[in-house]
């Protein structure tokens, strides 16, 4: 193999961290975390595992950074990273993976949007209210087929600086990159031509679709200084009619670059 990808063992660098090889083992949904996105040893031990492997650099699967104002758990055992009272776990996590050899990151997510389909954070009210989604629109999702109701500017607002906030939290726990999830949830429905057709400033056309996530990008960016890592983890084609495609994910990329 390395005849063939010469490049595969050298020494690689995202931005300011360096990687010792270029494969990078990404986000995989493990379901080892507890119900309430705690750190769990099985989750630790999972990590180290694949660091022993020899990959450079993990991606631990989705974690949530907003579940006041998105309160769905889109797998009802993602990680949690909205409350400083996670770091001491989270650090426990990283400090293993260190000693095994590797990097870590972690891929947050800003909430799951029309997609959500998972399980209230605020658990013990079923049956006591219907449970709804929220999202850039009301625009239900086919795949979750749920009630949507669409956030407010504020709440909008409000989603950006505990992004923010959240992306801190991940430095301090010891991570060595911070990915922003664009895929499928509510950050892609923010960008996506279909979900988004709000009329105030965070909908409608280009420039303001992809306003959500630049100011996500620079809220994280406040948080954790000018030199950390920041990854934008975004699928290149929503496989959909009047979706988002390949040119105008380039203009997108352009624009984060």
Request: charged fraction near 20%; glycine fraction near 8%; proline fraction near 5%.
């Amino acid at each position: 193999m390395s005849a063939t990808y010469p490049k595969l063992f050298q020494p690689g660098q995202i931005g300011t961290m360096r990687l010792k090889n270029r494969i990078i083992f990404n986000p995989c949904e493990t379901l080892f975390a507890t119900v309430e996105g705690e750190v769990t040893q099985r989750l630790i031990d999972y990590y180290v595992r694949r660091a022993e492997g020899g990959a450079s650099l993990l991606v631990v699967h989705s974690a949530q950074a907003c579940t006041r104002l998105d309160p769905y758990d889109p797998f009802a055992h993602s990680l949690r990273v909205d409350d400083n009272a996670y770091i001491p776990m989270l650090c426990e996590l990283t400090e293993a993976v260190h000693r095994a050899g590797a990097k870590i990151a972690i891929l947050v997510s800003a909430g799951s949007g029309a997609y959500a389909m998972g399980f209230p954070y605020g658990r013990g009210q079923e049956g006591l209210e219907q449970w709804q989604n929220v999202g850039v629109t009301d625009k239900m999702s086919l795949v979750a087929q749920r009630p949507v109701r669409q956030l407010t500017v504020e709440e909008i607002r409000s989603i950006i600086e505990l992004f923010g906030l959240s992306a801190r939290r991940v430095m301090m726990a010891g991570f060595d990159a911070f990915y922003i999830h664009v895929v499928n949830y509510l950050i892609a429905q923010f960008i996506s031509p279909i979900y988004n057709t709000r009329t105030d400033e965070y909908g409608g056309d280009f420039e303001r679709r992809l306003r959500f996530l630049l100011e996500l990008v620079a809220a994280c960016r406040k948080n954790v200084g000018p030199r950390y890592p920041l990854v934008v983890r975004i699928s290149a084609d929503e496989c959909f009619p009047g979706g988002r495609g390949v040119e105008e994910t380039v203009q997108i990329v352009k624009r984060l670059e």
